[in-house]
């Protein structure tokens, strides 16, 4: 069984960073896509940054040149380290992996970015 591991969310001030990480564990193969989705209050689930196993990104606009991406193949995991947040990050953020089509989902980190 596939599980999506998160860690590093929480309460950060305006301007602080943080780093997430999602390690997918269990019998997963051929991961491609891994990345981070999402959902703040009364919204719907937005992609924030993707990554493939070839290193080709996807990056949402309002998060560009702050946030970055990246992941370890041989460990299975997945990163995002946030830089210059703002209120308006705050959100729950759910780890994202694609393998042989199928989608798994983490079950999302609360981040909140408030003075």
């Known amino acids: 069984q596939v599980q999506l591991v998160e860690s590093g969310g929480g309460l950060v001030q305006p301007g602080g960073s943080l780093r997430l990480s999602c390690a997918a564990t269990g019998s997963i193969f051929r991961v491609n896509v891994m990345g981070w989705f999402r959902q703040a209050p009364g919204k719907q689930r937005e992609l924030v940054a993707t990554?493939?196993?070839?290193?080709?990104?996807n990056v949402a606009d309002s998060v560009k040149g702050r946030f970055t991406v990246s992941r370890d193949n041989a460990k299975n995991t997945v990163y995002l380290q946030m830089n210059m947040l703002k209120p308006e990050d705050t959100a729950v953020y759910y780890c994202?992996?694609?393998?042989?089509?199928?989608?798994?989902w983490g079950q999302g980190t609360q981040v909140t970015v408030s003075s």
């Open positions: 990554i493939t196993n070839f290193g080709s990104l």
């Open positions: 994202s992996v694609r393998a042989l089509s199928t989608d798994y």
